[in-house]
Every structure is written in structure tokens, then in C-alpha cells.
């Protein structure tokens, strides 16, 4: 919502040339500007809606143009930070329910936003995202969706995304995720407008690592939604890249994969990113720092409701061991779970349903009010849980046969609103 128009991207990548991310940038970042100046004007002419419209648009064609460049080219930081700037004069052009948010942790600061539903004690989510997500893009994903629906939302990014190292440099990622969860936990549980009793927590991508072990590790967080679960990252990393790499030598790791960079968009994408990110030098350093971020030391400890989600994409690109090992925790889990799948018929396919972010909020939602209902579910609300649970089934099967068919029964039958 309200993020970026059709129109205007398929305009910048018409003039965008084929894995190069300098005319990518170049693209998008004109884009961004001419919204800007189209905002300035928007705002001589007291329209302050439409101004914030524009910079809105600005903030995503900023932070996208920002994407692809390496940590050390200067126009990076530059557009990140006119991503937020855009988005903060967005909300300066009317008025808001929304905050600006400083959180102290550990002497620096950790940025997001708190989106207020109303007068008194709110039911109040806590939105993170992954490797490299911002809080402007999670703001336009659910920050207005949640106070429409009566939910504070409380954005943030922690150690290691792109916000947060911007204002923290060297803050990089921790697997011990519910350190810092906790100090925003601690924040809104100081406000008078949140409910203590109905705090949930949603992780986006590598969220879907994130937020499960906060929830496991803080029990102040009552529900967690993973978006994807993110069980062995380590796991899913070896399966995704050749298995060489993973066998060599550390020198010809870098060697190799430094010529990877010089090829593939993707590697040189995430290797740059890894480096701020991690504070890594190497490509073997990089390949070693997702070790420890896996969910396995706290399946037993992981006991608040969880909701699932994936997209038919990611069910499709899995390597059948990835999801061997993601069903294999369900299955030892005590919470209950509950499982929702996107399809690509539906539009929203993508990862963490990019591609139509508008259709996760009516998933996610009756899922969250369910959670926290004071009473049993109803026979409506088991019927909706089996029915998404068939349908989670019949996109696994889809791609994959039927190796886990049974045990995706199993997991409805033993856990599905237990």
C-alpha cells in the first residue's frame, strides 16, 4: 500500500540495463527525486495529501535504488537516508497516529515507528523484518493495516538492518535475537496505550529466524508469526549455493566465490550486504557467520501460538531438505501452530508475498484475534485452520509429490489450535 505505482517502475526499468546496478540506482533514484520535487510543489499548492503520496513513493524508489550498490559506494547511505527523510516528511504532511521512535539499546539506538490505534490499552504488534529489510518498508506493509483494525503496530529495525547500522555503525546481526526484541519490548510495555497481555511479534524473511527465538526466549511475547520459518539458516544457505564451495579451502572459498561476485548480481548483492551486515571481510568468514542461526537449541522453549506462512515461491525453490528440516521442527513443537499458505494464482506468491503484500493482512489478522480470544476457537475457526492447512498441503505437493504428505497430516492433526 501506497508504496510505489506500476506505472512509474516498469518506466524506470525500461531504461535499465540488464545486471547493472549502477543504472539501477541511477533509474530509481531519478525517480525518487522527481517526487520529490513533484511533492514540493504538491505542498506550494496546499495539497499536503497528494505531497505525502509522493514522497511515500519516493522513500521505496530511494530505498530500491540503494539495493543493489556496495556498502562502500556513498550513494547508498545517501539514498538510504533520503528513503527515511522522504518517508518522515510524508508523515509530517498531515496529521498521525504515528511516532518516530529512538530506542536505546546497549548505547546506541535502534529505530522504527509506533502507529497508535486509538485511546486506551490496544492489543499492539511488533513488526521486524530480515536481512535486508527497513521499517519504512514494513510501515507501508502494516503499519496503517494494524490501526485499522484496532492493533498498535511497532516497527523497528534491529542490530544488523540497514537503518539501524546507519545509525549505529558496526551494529551488526546477533543470533541472540531476544536481547534486542527485548529492549523494544521493554519500550512498549512503558507505554499506557499498549496491553501487555496481547503483544505478538511478526518476522518477515529472515525474521522468520528473528522473531521465533525472541518468542521462545521472552515470554512476554503472547503469539509469533514467521514469515517464512527460518529453522537451519546455515542449512538452507549450504543447499542454496554449490556444494564445492562448502569443501574447499578457505582461501579458494574466497577465490571462488569473489569470482561468483563478478558474475552474478545476487552473490555480489549479498556478499556486500554480509559485510556490513555481519561485519565480515571474507567470503569464507561470510559462509561461516550463519552457523549459529538456527531455532534448534529452542524448540523446547518455544511454547506461544505460532502462525506459519509461505508462499508457493518458496515452497517451489526449497530444497527438499530444507523442508524436511522445517516439518521435522513443527513436529517436535509444543506451541500451537497454525499454518497459512500463498498461492501464485492468487497473486501473491513471491517471497513474504511481495509481489501483493495487500492480501497478507486479511491471513494475518483473524489469526491474531483468534490468538488472544479469551474463549476456545469455535468450529468456524478450526474449520479455517484445516481448510489453510489443505491448502499448505496441496502446494507442497504440488512441487514436491507426495513425500510430505504425511507428515503434514500429522501436523494438523496434532497441533492445528491444540
Not at 139 to 161: D, H, I, K, Y
Not at 194 to 207: E, K, T, W
Not at 217 to 227: L, P, T
Request: glycine residues 8%; hydrophobic residues 40%.
Amino acid at each position: 500500500m501506497g508504496g510505489a505505482g506500476v506505472g512509474e517502475c516498469l518506466s524506470a526499468i525500461e531504461r535499465i540495463t540488464r545486471n547493472d546496478a549502477d543504472s539501477w540506482a541511477d533509474e530509481f533514484g531519478a525517480l525518487a527525486t522527481r517526487l520529490v520535487q513533484g511533492a514540493e510543489a504538491s505542498l506550494q499548492s496546499r495539497d499536503p495529501v497528494s505531497a505525502a503520496e509522493r514522497l511515500k513513493r519516493a522513500s521505496t524508489y530511494y530505498r530500491v535504488g540503494a539495493f543493489y550498490l556496495s556498502c562502500e559506494d556513498p550513494r547508498q547511505h545517501e539514498y538510504r537516508r533520503l528513503s527515511r527523510e522522504s518517508f518522515q516528511r510524508a508523515l509530517q504532511c498531515h496529521p498521525t497516529r504515528t511516532e518516530v521512535l529512538r530506542i536505546p539499546f546497549e548505547g546506541a539506538t535502534l529505530p522504527g515507528y509506533f502507529v497508535s490505534a486509538g485511546d486506551g490499552r490496544n492489543p499492539t504488534l511488533l513488526v521486524l523484518g530480515g536481512f535486508d529489510s527497513t521499517a519504512e518498508e514494513l510501515m507501508l506493509w502494516l503499519g496503517t493495516a494494524c490501526s485499522l483494525r484496532g492493533w498498535n503496530a511497532l516497527v523497528f529495525e534491529g542490530p544488523g538492518q540497514p537503518g539501524a547500522l546507519d545509525m549505529n555503525p558496526g551494529l551488526v546481526f546477533r543470533p541472540d535475537y531476544e536481547v534486542p526484541v527485548g529492549r523494544v519490548i521493554d519500550y512498549a510495555l512503558s507505554r499506557p496505550d499498549v496491553d501487555a497481555q496481547r503483544l505478538a511479534l511478526i518476522g518477515y524473511s529472515f525474521g522468520g529466524y528473528l522473531a521465533p527465538r525472541a518468542a521462545a526466549c521472552d515470554s512476554r511475547i503472547r503469539a509469533v508469526i514467521a514469515n517464512p520459518l527460518g529453522v537451519d539458516i546455515a542449512g538452507a544457505m549450504r543447499m542454496a549455493l554449490p556444494r564445492l564451495l562448502w569443501k574447499l579451502p578457505e582461501r579458494w572459498v574466497d577465490a571462488a566465490f569473489g569470482a561468483l561476485t563478478h558474475v552474478s548480481v545476487t552473490a555480489r548483492f549479498f556478499f556486500s550486504r554480509a559485510r556490513e551486515a555481519f561485519g565480515v571481510t571474507t567470503p569464507s568468514q561470510f559462509l561461516r557467520a550463519w552457523e549459529p542461526y538456527n531455532l534448534w537449541s529452542v524448540q523446547d522453549t518455544l511454547v506461544a501460538p505460532l502462525l506459519v506462512m509461505f508462499t508457493e515461491d518458496e515452497i517451489a525453490e526449497a530444497p527438499r531438505q530444507v523442508l524436511a528440516t522445517t516439518f521435522e521442527f513443527l513436529r517436535g513443537l509444543r506451541s500451537p501452530l497454525s499454518i497459512r499458505g500463498f498461492a501464485r494464482l492468487d497473486g501473491a506468491g513471491a517471497h513474504c508475498q511481495l509481489d501483493s503484500p495487500e492480501r497478507m493482512p486479511p491471513v494475518l489478522f483473524p489469526w491474531l484475534n483468534q490468538a488472544f480470544a479469551t474463549g476456545s476457537p469455535s468450529h468456524d475457526d478450526l474449520r479455517v485452520d484445516a481448510e489453510a492447512a489443505d491448502a499448505a498441503a496441496q502446494l507442497v505437493s504440488k512441487h514436491h509429490g507426495r513425500e510430505f504428505d504425511s507428515i503434514m497430516a500429522e501436523l494438523k492433526g496434532r497441533f492445528l489450535r491444540t
